[in-house]
Every structure is written in C-alpha cells, then in structure tokens.
C-alpha cells in the first residue's frame, strides 16, 4: 500500500539520483506533490551503479532500493522519466515547469518486466547503463532494479544504426511530448554528480598516480 497524506503544495524535484529521491520521499511525506523529474528510464542516477558507498563500505544498492520503491509506490510522487526539463517561469509560489518528455513506446501500467521482448529482440547496442562495457537490446531495462520497472524501447538508436526504413528526424519529432506542469511552488534541483574517467599522468614525484582527467 502506498503512504497517504493531504496535499498542502506542489513541488518539481529535477532529477532521479538519490538527492533527488530522498528529497521527493521527504516532501511526499509532509504533503506535498512532488512530480519527480527524470531523463533517463528509470530513477536512481548514479548511486544505482555503484558497488559500495564510503565510508561505511555499505552495498550501494541495499540503501538505494527501499527508496526507490517507496518512491514508486508513493501516492504523493508521481516519477515522470526520459524528460528533460526546457524552462521555468513564474516565481516561487507560482511556478511554470516546461518540459520535453521522450516515448517509451511500452505501456508502463502493462509491462510486467517479463523480458520476453528483450530474449526476442535480435538488436545488440551497446548499454549506456555500464558506460558501453556490456550490451542491452534494443528493448531494454535500464537496470535490473529500475524504477518504474518497465521495459523501453530505444527506436532512435535503432533506427540510426540498423533499420533506416524511415525519415528519423520526423519520427522523432512526432514522438516528443511538450509539456507544462503548472502551479508548482518550489523546486528541487538534483544534479551535482557526475562520473569521471580517471587517467594515468606524470606528476612532479616522478610516480605515477591516477588522477581524474
Ligand atoms: S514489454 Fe517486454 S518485459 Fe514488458 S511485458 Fe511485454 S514482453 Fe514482458
């Protein structure tokens, strides 16, 4: 059963990662609806592709899923994925959130993340998930854990590299969905980490070390 609670407000959280997330289960629980904001699949971000957290050595995904699936499940949040947030207006109180929302091309209420499609699918891409170190198909999840767990289908990347049956820029542009969200009070911003590629340098020490490039 999903928490309940009255509405007192409206709140756009811009961002899945586990700012993001906690900052919606926090607000959800004061009242608050909270339209989480996502570009990607699936919430989680960067957490859900770790092992372990410092400094306490924890499972990184021990930690993150019980919020994830309460975010799910929350009847104040309501987890809006592949969109990416185009402009605010307004002021706080009376905010205005635009937004370009991508197809997933499954109907997320009857996926049942069987995998059926993905063991048919006999398109190989590289996963964007793992940084191009394995494949997905072409129907996918984003990862095992994924939240929503639903399945996706990435048609522009297959279109590009295989198909070419059809005018790419027009199907894409059919696709899109603009859209606003309206009466928004305040907002949450959730973007401050990024991965790095480490690389080898030569430093004054005459040692190597890794450093980030
Ligand atoms: S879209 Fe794929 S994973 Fe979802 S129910 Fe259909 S076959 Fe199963």
């Known amino acids: 059963m999903g928490k309940k609670s009255s509405k007192i407000g409206a709140v756009a959280v811009i961002g899945g990662g586990i700012t993001g997330v906690q900052a919606s289960l926090d607000l959800a629980d004061m009242g608050f ?9 699936a919430i989680g971000g960067i957490m859900a592709k770790l092992d372990k957290t410092f400094p306490t050595n924890d499972c990184s995904m021990c930690i993150l899923s019980p919020k994830l699936v309460d975010c799910g499940r929350h009847e104040n949040i309501e987890i809006i994925t592949n969109t990416e947030v185009q402009g605010i207006e307004g002021k706080p109180g009376n905010l205005f959130v635009n937004a370009l929302k991508k197809p997933r091309y499954v109907d997320l209420e009857l996926c049942t993340s069987c995998g059926d499609c993905a063991e048919a699918c006999p398109i190989s891409l590289p996963n964007e998930f ?3 170190f394995s494949e997905r198909k072409a129907i996918y999840k984003y990862y095992p854990q994924a939240i929503p767990n639903a399945y996706i289908i990435d048609k522009e990347f297959s279109l590009d ?3 070419n049956l059809m005018d790419e ?21 959730d973007n401050i980490s990024n991965l790095i590629t480490p690389t080898t340098k030569e430093v004054n020490t005459k040692r190597s070390i890794i450093i980030p490039g």
């Open 33 to 41: 609806k909270v339209y989480l904001i996502e570009k990607t699949p």
């Open 130 to 132: 793992d940084h191009g």
């Open 161 to 163: 590299r295989l198909v």
């Open 169 to 189: 820029s027009k199907q894409t542009k059919e696709n899109l969905n603009n859209f606003k969200l309206n009466n928004i009070d305040f907002i949450v911003v």
